[in-house]
Nanobody, 121 residues
């Protein structure tokens, strides 16, 4: 069994900051790429940022320069530091990860349950 648990969402005023965390636990041998997605009622789920196991990162154009993705491999945890937040950043944020299970050495894709981020005045 593998779990991805997000935390750190909430309400913030425009221009504010939040830091999301996502911890993977359970039947894990190694974690490969970790990603943050977001989805709002008006839009399809979109990739916000990704980070490989060696720290290479990629960002959506809409968040470049404002969001920073990082990870702690020892803790199987990925973070998303969000600065200069805008109302259009309001969404449910999901993390996911490609990882190899310890029990069978199979690679599989897992999602967290999501955390709400609301940016409004």
């Amino acid at each position: 069994q593998v779990q991805l648990v997000e935390s750190g969402g909430g309400w913030v005023q425009p221009g504010g900051s939040l830091r999301l965390s996502c911890a993977a636990s359970g039947d894990i041998y190694t974690v490969y790429t970790m990603n943050w997605y977001r989805q709002s009622p008006e839009k399809q789920r979109e990739l916000v940022a990704s980070i490989t196991s060696i720290g290479n990162t990629n960002y959506a154009d809409s968040v470049k320069g404002r969001f920073t993705i990082s990870r702690d491999n020892a803790k199987n945890t990925v973070y998303l530091q969000m600065n200069s937040l805008k109302p259009e950043d309001t969404a449910v944020y999901y993390c996911n990860a490609d990882l190899m299970r310890y029990s069978d050495f199979e690679v599989a894709h897992y999602w967290g349950q999501g955390t709400q981020v609301t940016v409004s005045s």
